[in-house]
């Protein structure tokens, strides 16, 4: 039986659903020899040696806090890796090297067109500056609506105290990509003026576990539309299957 190993790379990983829904699609596709690893590693470092150790490892996917400090350890970069500055998803060349990509950029746009169909000069306030931010900045940018970065650090647009109603206002797509209210720290959020939110609102939280986060409950409660990352995980995880199955590029840029 051919073997075949894919992964996920990141820390912590107890909140990831990614290897449930590789195992359960490697199962409906009677694909019985692959299976999907996870790679529980606090150092970013690793990534080489878990690819070395592990010779039946076609891929890897990359998640929080290594999504920009995997770059200097892989040998290339997709056109989707360099637009987003972020890797999400790695895959093992024919001659060993090791290639990024970013399929959250793929994932999150893919929603947020179906969601935006109708919108015009749409603004949007993105919470968190790491990885997932950069593709959200990439993804709404990409679509033609504008973005800012809402940080703890001074250097970004806004940091959290500067939100005040008028820009909530101004801001009526709301995308929550900091780890805040991850299972199991369900009761935490990013420090926004939910009473700001009015149902003319999009609260798009990047966690999907749980399904309803605080920043969810919060901005419904005002009457904003919600939506968790579920989606995006999805599309993120089908663009990635893609690239390792066949493709060595993104197309749809
Ligand atoms: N649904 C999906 O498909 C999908 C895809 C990608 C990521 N995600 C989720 O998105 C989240 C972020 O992932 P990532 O890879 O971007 O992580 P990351 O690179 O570590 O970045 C997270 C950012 O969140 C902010 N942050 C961290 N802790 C915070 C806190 N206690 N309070 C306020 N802000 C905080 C930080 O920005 P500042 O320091 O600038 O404030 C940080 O840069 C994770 O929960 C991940 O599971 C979901």
Known sequence: MMQKIYGLLGFPLAHS????????????????GFSYQLFEQPAVSAVRTIFDKNSD???????????????????????SAILVGAVNVVKRLKNNDLRGYNTDFIGLKQHLEILLKQQKGMEALILGNGGAARAARAA?????????????????????????S????????????????????????????????T??????????NPSETLFM????????????????????AEAAWAIWQNDETISSL
């Open 17 to 32: 659903f990614s290897q449930a829904y590789f195992t359960s699609k490697f199962q409906a596709l009677g694909l019985y």
């Open 166 to 197: 008028e820009i909530m206002a101004n801001h009526l797509l709301i995308i929550q990509t900091t780890p805040l209210g991850t299972w199991p720290n369900v009761e935490s959020c990013p420090a926004i003026p939910y009473q700001s939110f």
């Open 217 to 236: 409950k919060k901005a419904s409660a005002f009457g904003a539309q919600t939506f968790n990352g579920l989606t995006m995980l999805h599309n993120q």
């Open 199 to 208: 149902p003319q609102h999009i609260a798009y939280d990047l966690v999907y």
């Open 140 to 164: 709404v940018g990409s679509l033609g609506f504008t973005s800012k970065t809402v940080s703890r650090s001074p250097h970004k647009e806004f940091c959290y105290e500067d939100l005040s």
């Open 57 to 79: 490892l076609v891929g890897l996917n990359v998640t929080i806090p290594h999504k920009i400090a995997v770059i200097p350890y892989l040998d290339s970069l997709d056109d």
